[in-house]
């Protein structure tokens, strides 16, 4: 069975999650090869200046097989289209840390930051990567929010 599942007012996961398997927003979100999104409403972000920059921190990595990770940033205002704002690897690829991608001035709190995990490759290897990411924030660099 497949639902959507809500973490407070920050973010949404939007992918299959099992009925009844655990969520850990204690720990961040979880991204795998079956769950590739993770939304973040604007106006739920954490905010430092004038949010030039989307920052993501990718807490811990779970990728035996290193198999490349790449992440893209999109913004999405309702239901338009999705703007492209950026991108992201990890290297090593089973590296965790810190990643900003500039804003271009267009984000608004009606909308959405939408960050994405590449497609990962059909095999055993790509079955274990485990992405936690603990946040998404704006800010006006890689220094601390508030």
Known sequence: MLIRFLIACGVFLMSSIAAGEAARPDKGSLLTA???ELVSPVRCLDRAG?????RVDI???TNPGEVPLAFQVHFQHGESAREYL???ALFPAS?????IVPTGGVLNDEGKV???MEPLPDDQAADAVEVWVRS???TDGLGTTR
Do not use: H
Request: glycine share 12%; no cysteine.
């Open 34 to 36: 079956d769950r590739l």
């Open 50 to 54: 004038d949010g030039k920059f989307v």
């Open 59 to 61: 807490a811990r990595v």
């Open 86 to 88: 950026g991108s992201f």
């Open 95 to 99: 590296n965790p840390g810190r990643f």
């Open 114 to 116: 939408i960050l994405v």
């Open 136 to 138: 998404v924030d704006l």
